[in-house]
């Protein structure tokens, strides 16, 4: 039976009216990645650079948001041509390539979701779910068209080189990385300095001036607004395993005394629970 493959990212956020809002996932768990994808976001980024996530977690959680209205992106750990096959391979529509540069790196990124002669991508779609084993009619002369390709600028080298990488053919968008960002230009762990900022919104009006949709990361809601109003596209505003964190801490921190402290509810000014009404309904 023939089957159709979903619209890709790049198509996405073309037709879209507003910026496109996402978030991190990062716990390696189909479930959590399912939850995730049920929450009313637009897209998630699925990363395997500094998560858990190898072939069978990647290929679990593609399958567990199969059925939810959002756009998934997977993050490789490295620009690699074999690695990016096999992400393909998998199903993996839309990339985000990580440490890209130079336009040398971006037309790497290009060639590893291409066949040949476009490209270097291995052919293997009889034996790949990307196919549907053959089930998607014309898929090798048409795989092209079905996947989007996000470059990661996240160094003042791509920084100086930005417009010359949105310029390569097939780089469908740019994702600005703040932290790494900074990193190289001697600020790390200082993502939100005016400096790193500046660098970002350069970027930013370099990708409306080409044309191509930009993105960045910010879980500060007032540095993504600063951000939605510079001209990005699409954006991430947390991270699964981000939330869990800072919520189990909050949960600790309202019922965990510290020391010396009384318990929650049964110290003497209030004599233990007395009133149902505060019990919070999950």
Request: hydrophobic share 45%.
């Amino acid at each position: 039976m023939p089957l159709p493959l979903g619209e890709s990212f790049r198509e996405a956020l073309s037709s879209a009216e507003r910026p496109l809002a996402g978030m991190w996932v990062c716990s390696g768990s189909p479930l959590v990645a399912e939850i995730c994808a049920g929450a009313g976001l637009d897209w998630l980024l699925v990363d395997a650079e500094h998560s858990p996530n190898g072939l069978e977690s990647i290929l679990a959680q593609l399958q567990a948001v199969r059925g939810y209205p959002v756009q998934v992106l997977v993050r490789p750990p490295v620009n690699d041509a074999v690695l990016i096959k096999q992400y393909l391979d998998l199903g993996v529509q839309n990339l985000l390539v990580p440490m890209v540069h130079s336009v040398t790196d971006a037309e790497a990124a290009v060639a590893a979701t291409r066949y040949p002669p476009a490209g270097v991508r291995g052919v293997g779609s009889a034996l790949a779910r990307a196919a549907r084993w053959n089930r998607v009619p014309d898929y090798l002369t048409t795989a092209a068209s079905t996947i989007s390709v996000t470059v990661q600028i996240e160094s003042t080298e791509a920084v100086v080189a930005v417009e010359d990488i949105l310029a390569v053919d097939g780089v469908d968008a740019i994702f600005v990385g703040p932290s790494d960002l900074a990193a190289s230009m001697g600020l790390l762990g200082q993502q939100e300095h005016d400096d790193v900022q500046t660098a970002v919104v350069h970027c930013l009006a370099a990708a409306n001036r080409a044309g191509k949709p930009a993105g960045v990361n910010a879980f500060s809601p007032a540095t993504a607004n600063g951000y939605l109003d510079a001209g990005a596209r699409f954006i991430l505003v947390g991270a699964d395993v981000a939330l869990l964190a800072r919520g189990s801490e909050a949960l600790a921190a309202a019922f965990v005394p510290a020391s010396g402290d009384d318990l929650p509810g049964t110290g003497a000014s209030d004599g233990g629970i007395s009133d149902s009404s505060t019990t919070p309904s999950y």
